[in-house]
């Protein structure tokens, strides 16, 4: 029942974290008048958001590998 219960948990996380980053973000326009993440909008050069969109592909990545390697090492 414990595993179950951690399984759950994982799973809701995972999507949680996946909604948060992805698909339910609509993108915004950057003073630089590039659609971007939210997080990058405050950046007025093109240079400036594109290292910004690169840190959050980053880190998208690096969460899904995680999560990767967490189902992995359940089975």
């Known amino acids: 029942m ?3 219960k951690k399984l759950i948990i994982r799973l809701l996380v ?3 974290t996946l ?3 992805s698909g339910c973000i609509e993108p915004v326009m950057s003073c630089a008048g590039i659609k971007t ?3 990058c909008a405050k950046f007025c050069t093109h ?3 594109a290292t910004c969109e690169a840190s ?3 880190t998208i990545r ?3 590998e ?3 390697r967490k189902n992995d090492n359940d089975y």
């Open 2 to 4: 414990k595993d179950l």
């Open 66 to 68: 995680n999560n990767q």
């Open 19 to 21: 909604l948060m980053l």
């Open 47 to 49: 240079d400036e958001v």
């Open 56 to 58: 959050v592909q980053a």
């Open 37 to 39: 993440y939210p997080r």
């Open 62 to 64: 690096s969460i899904n």
């Open 14 to 16: 995972f999507s949680s």
